[in-house]
């Protein structure tokens, strides 16, 4: 199954001028999510000083969110020589541990602690990607869901380019909209 979906996110990326993709029948939301997850870091420079090579990547998620046992199936997967690790936060995490993150993935239940969290996150590289419109619309970098069976999500560039990110042209030009 988890073919199928780097299939179907391959086609969504080499086939730009559609920006959303029909959920396939059958198909698992949280897989899907954490195939486009794992997409967004293929898509995603880091700066060497914060993502040497061949170190791990670190993909970030906190205990409950809808997407940790789909994420979890990431765990040693490959982006870009670097192998990706899945790191379960702390309810409260100190700064070092978020900054130790490279990619984020928030959703509703990470809605309270967002502002403490983008405030810790200010100075450090790590790409935050929300599953939950409301923190999308609040600071992280990229937004995605699925509405109506269909896959989308939105870019905010400016905390990107704080971070000190590069997010590949291939991948704005997917996205809903690019702030």
């Given at each position: 199954?988890?073919?199928?979906?780097?299939?179907?996110?391959?086609?969504?990326?080499?086939?730009?001028?559609?920006?959303?993709?029909?959920?396939?029948?059958?198909?698992?939301?949280?897989?899907?999510?954490?195939?486009?997850?794992?997409?967004?870091?293929?898509?995603?420079?880091?700066?060497?000083?914060?993502?040497?090579?061949?170190?791990?990547?670190?993909?970030?998620?906190?205990?409950?969110?809808?997407?940790?046992?789909?994420?979890?199936?990431l765990q040693e997967k490959q982006v870009n020589g670097h192998r990706v690790s899945v790191r379960t936060l702390p309810?409260?995490?100190?700064?070092?541990?978020?900054?130790?993150?490279?990619?984020?993935?928030?959703?509703?239940?990470?809605?309270?602690?967002?502002?403490?969290?983008?405030?810790?996150?200010?100075?450090?590289?790590?790409?935050?990607?929300?599953?939950?419109?409301?923190?999308?619309?609040?600071?992280?970098?990229?937004?995605?869901?699925?509405?109506?069976?269909?896959?989308?999500?939105?870019?905010?560039?400016?905390?990107?380019?704080?971070?000190?990110?590069?997010?590949?042209?291939?991948?704005?030009?997917?996205?809903?909209?690019?702030?």
């Amino acid at each position: 199954m988890m073919r199928q979906l780097f299939a179907l996110l391959l086609l969504l990326v080499t086939a730009s001028e559609y920006a959303s993709a029909q959920l396939p029948a059958g198909a698992d939301e949280a897989e899907l999510k954490a195939a486009i997850l794992y997409n967004f870091a293929l898509f995603t420079e880091w700066p060497a000083d914060t993502l040497p090579a061949s170190a791990p990547l670190r993909l970030c998620v906190f205990q409950g969110n809808g997407l940790l046992t789909a994420l979890t199936g990431l765990q040693e997967k490959q982006v870009n020589g670097h192998r990706v690790s899945v790191r379960t936060l702390p309810a409260a995490p100190g700064g070092a541990q978020l900054a130790a993150c490279h990619l984020l993935v928030l959703d509703a239940q990470d809605r309270e602690r967002w502002s403490l969290l983008k405030h810790d996150l200010a100075t450090s590289s790590v790409l935050t990607v929300a599953d939950d419109r409301i923190i999308g619309a609040n600071g992280a970098m990229i937004s995605f869901g699925i509405d109506n069976r269909r896959v989308g999500f939105d870019v905010d560039l400016v905390p990107v380019r704080q971070a000190r990110l590069t997010l590949s042209s291939k991948l704005l030009r997917l996205a809903r909209s690019v702030q």
